[in-house]
Nanobody, 123 residues
């Protein structure tokens, strides 16, 4: 599976963005998908995840209530709707696929990674 993330950008505090992750291959629906982010000089951290059929989702505490992860298996895409953005959301955002049947926030459970899309929130 090859992943391509896009949709990042430079916005102001309180604005919204909707990064997307497009996947190649007909087996995309066989994978859970997660979004992670990484600030310069820091470790990559979990943001949100969605199971194969889109029926269950999970968020980190800072994202819950502001971010919504969704997927369209017919289009091989996963999106992360981000609202009420804050400067601390500034990071490179990565999507990744997991072969696990359950939701997981562990980086080691994710096999294929996209190249990342930069989100910058100015104060």
């Amino acid at each position: 599976v090859q992943l391509q993330a896009s949709g990042g950008g430079l916005v102001q505090t309180g604005d919204s963005l909707r990064p997307s992750c497009s996947a190649s291959g007909r087996t995309f629906s066989s994978y859970g998908v997660g979004w992670f982010r990484q600030e310069s000089g820091k470790e990559r951290e979990f943001v949100a995840a969605i199971v194969r059929n889109g029926g269950m989702t999970m968020y980190t505490d800072s994202a819950r209530g502001r971010f919504t992860i969704s997927r369209d298996n017919a289009k091989n895409t996963v999106s992360l709707q981000m609202s009420n953005l804050k400067p601390e959301d500034t990071a490179m955002y990565y999507c990744a696929t997991s072969g696990r049947y359950y939701l997981t926030k562990l980086l080691s459970d994710y096999t294929y990674w996209g190249q990342g899309t930069q989100v910058t929130v100015s104060s």
